[in-house]
């Protein structure tokens, strides 16, 4: 007997044929240059089963089917929100941020052309936007302290349903724990149910920051500006060779020159034929438009009551 999940009336909803895995792995590369070895097969398995259920339709293999049916180009967007990887969090891979604040944001305001000391910062691959937040808050102090006239944070991401959770800024309490004590109480703001304790980035930060849909594929990134901090991290893994140094190359182009690329830790640039010197082990300067968002407004503001944090002190905390 198959230990597989089983739908009643059905066989084996969970297995797809080599046959229909490999449609998949190439529609799946050739639309988001994400890399799928074979040994993908079982996670695409199991991140379509919510969705071949929503659909009721009695097996992934039949999904694949559903997918690549004419007319259904609509389905292509929950697949793609399905199938990408999405986790990440506030102060991920927290030297960057310290980086940013003692040595990037103070060589870029020093600089002659900053005279203007307008700071435009690009989170590529933002994700559900604790990384775009984090960079809002870094920059609100940073700006705050320099008496530096502001900054703006354009966040892309290729999945919709993480560009509306980002849009909305709501996350769960346990979420914000690596956020400094300080920074919650200026830049938090917390919900008043007790079932569900939820914190919400402030409207100040919020406003801070766009939100758009960007896949690293596309032509053209119809992108304006250009900008004085990069980051593009934790993404560039799921690439192959190529495809990492096109993408760079594509992303260095709207870098100011002297501006910073940040990329993950578990990434590297070395091999690449890319515009950038690193500086560091992770950040690099070089040279470098938006379209309207469709990601504008949010019906949370009428969802629940708000109010800034109050942070206790607590014994080994930030
Ligand atoms: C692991 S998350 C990284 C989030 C954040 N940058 C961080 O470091 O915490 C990777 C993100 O890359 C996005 N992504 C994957 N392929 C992409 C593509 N072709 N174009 C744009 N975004 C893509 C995914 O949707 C996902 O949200």
């Known amino acids: 007997m198959s230990d597989s999940i089983q739908f009643e009336g059905t066989t084996d909803v969970l297995q797809l044929s080599p046959d229909g895995y490999g449609r998949l792995a190439r529609y799946i590369t050739g639309e988001l240059g994400i890399k799928m070895p074979d040994s993908k097969m079982n996670m695409i398995q199991s991140r379509l089963v ?5 659909l009721g339709l009695s097996s992934v293999e039949h999904y694949g089917q559903y997918l690549f049916a004419p007319g259904n180009n609509e389905e292509r967007e929950h697949f793609i929100n399905a199938v990408t990887t999405n986790k990440t969090d506030f102060f991920r891979e927290p030297e960057h941020f310290q980086y940013l604040t003692d040595i990037a944001l103070p060589s870029l305001v020093g600089a002659a052309k900053y005279d203007s000391s307008f700071i435009r910062v690009w989170s590529a691959a933002c994700s559900s936007g604790e990384e775009p937040y984090t960079l809002a808050m870094v920059l609100s102090e940073f700006t705050r302290k320099q008496r530096q006239s502001g900054f703006a944070i354009l966040a892309t991401d290729v999945s919709t349903k993480v560009l509306q959770m980002a849009q909305n800024g709501v996350y769960a309490e346990d979420q ?18 007790r079932s569900e304790r939820l914190i919400r980035i402030a409207p100040e930060l919020r406003q801070r920051v766009s939100f758009h849909h960007l896949n690293f594929m596309a032509p053209n990134y119809q992108i304006k500006d250009r900008f004085d901090i990069i980051f593009l991290r934790n993404v560039l893994i799921y690439f192959d060779k190529d495809v990492q140094e096109a993408v760079v190359n594509k992303v260095c182009h709207y870098l100011s020159p002297g501006g910073y690329l940040f990329v993950s830790h578990s990434e590297s640039l070395s091999g690449l034929k890319v515009p ?11 040279r470098c438009q938006i379209t309207n968002s469709p990601w504008q407004g949010s019906d949370f503001e009428r969802a629940g009551l708000w109010s800034r944090r109050k942070e206790q002190k607590i014994e080994g905390g930030h």
């Open 276 to 286: 950038v010197k690193s500086v560091r082990p992770l950040s690099i300067a070089s």
């Open 176 to 193: 914000i724990a690596p956020v400094p004590l300080a920074m919650r109480s200026k830049y938090l703001l917390q919900n008043h149910s």
């Open 50 to 54: 919510r969705r071949v259920r929503e």
